[in-house]
């Protein structure tokens, strides 16, 4: 249990030392690499675990209830800062932190403005600023019909509990016509609920296409076993779901995204700036990543010119 694991950290401080905790919502590629750019993005900012900064890691493995447990045990550790990997973290932390002013810097969340974070014009709703992972909506379906020039129907699973997809799914309902495609949507509640969705979606699409739904992504190799039994190809959202066999992506770099995160709460950490001084950013570079093993069993040949644009191209599906 989180309580379990933090109750066993040591209180002490070194002199000129701070403490924060790092709650991520879920195990998977793309929150990992937040992870780790954040450490590196603290570094830069002057402070590095083990010398002057002592963290507390926990993991909430997609339960929101967890979550709540970690922020609030963070809090009793007296941490000077939490971090917040993923939208539903952010909200626990968020509420758990608001009543001591604790600051919170939070990374991988879709939308702030709908998760009640920051208001429309980037500002904070409170000592709470970070990053946005905003997903480049019309550059990934512009992507997906040059790979599918016949496709008309994208599949899109999403939990239902996550305000990030649903910001998702209404943006992509709103703008896929225009580039010629229904958008069918399937919510899910749990990720018992995902073989089911999964199968029932299966059977009414050309594609699927992933979102940054950390309850999806964590179960993303049952879709993908389904969905190489139909020969539908599935396109993922980042880097990490085109290694472990989505098809290709008009992506981010989810470890850039955390070394930008780490350099504000640097800032924050310093003094410099309240983090309700800071609004928050988007970052606003994709790049395409594409998978040839995947192309090779599905029997599809990606467009000259996007391989040609990648940012990296994969030769195997990674286990």
Request: one cysteine or more; aromatic letters at 6%.
């Amino acid at each position: 249990m989180a309580a379990g694991l933090l109750a066993g950290c040591a209180n002490s401080k070194k002199e000129g030392q701070v403490t924060i905790g790092i709650g991520q919502f879920a195990e998977h590629g793309s929150l990992d690499n937040c992870r780790e750019g954040f450490l590196a993005g603290l570094a830069e900012g002057g402070y590095v675990e083990g010398e002057n900064l002592k963290v507390l890691f926990e993991n909430a493995q997609a339960d929101g209830g967890t979550a709540a447990q970690i922020a609030d045990n963070f809090m009793a550790k007296k941490v000077d800062l939490i971090a917040a990997i993923a939208t539903p973290m952010a909200q626990s932390a968020y509420s758990a932190a608001k009543k001591k002013d604790v600051p919170v810097i939070f990374t991988a969340v879709t939308d702030p403005v709908m998760a009640e974070l920051a208001k429309e014009d980037k500002t904070p709703n409170g000592n709470i600023t970070g990053t946005s992972d905003k997903l480049p909506v019309e550059k990934q379906l512009e992507m997906i019909r040059k790979v599918l020039p016949e496709a008309k129907t994208i599949g899109i699973m999403y939990s239902t509990s996550e305000v990030n997809s649903v910001s998702a799914i209404e943006e992509y309902k709103a703008v896929a016509p225009n580039y010629g495609f229904e958008i069918i949507e399937s919510g899910i509640s749990t990720a018992a609920d995902i073989p089911l969705a999964a199968d029932n979606l299966l059977e009414k699409v050309d594609c699927l296409n992933n979102l940054t739904d950390n309850t999806v992504v964590s179960s993303l190799p049952v879709i993908l076993d389904k969905a190489q039994e139909k020969n539908i190809p599935v396109f993922g959202s980042e880097v990490e779901q085109v290694k472990l066999g989505c098809l290709a992506t008009v992506g981010l770099d989810y470890f850039d995204l955390g070394v930008q995160t780490g350099k504000m709460a640097a800032q924050v950490l310093r003094g410099e700036k309240k983090a309700s001084e800071i609004n928050f950013e988007v970052i606003e570079e994709a790049s395409f990543y594409g998978n040839n093993a995947v192309a090779d069993q599905l029997g599809i040949t990606l467009p000259e010119e996007l391989v040609n644009s990648a940012k990296e191209m994969f030769d195997e599906i990674s286990e």
